[in-house]
């Protein structure tokens, strides 16, 4: 099946500063999605972005879908940005019919 | 509703009882996903429905696992003769179609003691 891969695997960050998380899959892809898993356990929807770029206030994402990577942009980051970030795809090629996860960027702000 | 509802939210249960968690998804979504989260690890596909059908159950682990959606709305995921290995969060996702954007539950933290 198709693989996702995702780095760094921890990053730790002082408030304010920026980050790039990024993402690559080992096949094409017709759905690729980037969550925030909060404290609590809730995946929250940030990008669904299977190919092009997106901004959402501090947030933006660029998925290459023909150089198999997506990457996931945090500005200005806050506390509340902490948390588990996971990239997510659906192969276009077959396979599993629901989404493959990476392992996550963990990522902890401090104030 | 307005988003995917999971009850519940915590299941105590002991080794070999059989138990049932449920998921509610959104009103209108055709297709509905079963997935579980160990600790420090991503979710992993379990089971995919397009209406009543289970289109693809290739995650499920076993056959202790099974799950139905009679009424193509609301989904029941099932384990029988529950075993410690099986403690994870369950979460349900649903979608408007089979490859569009999937919104998840709060999960169902199941613990086999």
């Known amino acids: 099946g198709i693989q996702v891969e995702q780095s760094p695997p921890d990053l730790i960050l002082q408030e304010g500063a920026n980050s790039t998380l990024r993402c690559n899959f080992s096949d094409s892809v017709n759905n690729l999605q980037w969550f925030h898993q909060n404290p609590w356990g809730q995946l929250i929807n940030l990008f669904y972005?299977?190919?092009g770029t997106k901004q959402n206030g501090r947030l933006s994402a660029t998925t290459v879908a023909t150089e198999r990577y997506s990457l996931l942009y945090i500005s200005s980051s806050q506390t509340t940005d902490s948390g588990v970030y996971f990239c997510a795809v659906l192969s276009e090629g077959g396979g599993a019919d629901g989404l493959t996860f990476g392992k996550g960027t963990h990522l902890i702000i401090q104030p | 509703g307005a988003g995917v509802s999971q009850t519940p939210s915590n299941k105590v249960t002991e080794k070999g009882k059989y138990v049932e968690l449920r998921c509610d998804p959104i009103?209108?979504?055709?297709?509905l996903y079963w997935y579980r989260q160990s600790l420090g690890q991503g979710p992993e596909f379990l089971i995919y429905f397009q209406g009543t059908g289970a289109a693809d159950d290739s995650g499920l682990p076993n056959d202790r696992f099974f799950a139905v959606r009679p009424e193509g709305s609301v989904s029941t995921l099932k384990i029988q003769r529950t075993e410690r290995g099986d403690s994870a969060v369950y979460l349900c996702a649903s979608s408007s179609q089979g490859d569009t954007e999937a919104f998840f539950g709060q999960g169902t933290r199941l613990t086999v003691v």
């Open positions: 972005i299977p190919s």
């Open positions: 009103s209108g979504h055709t297709a």
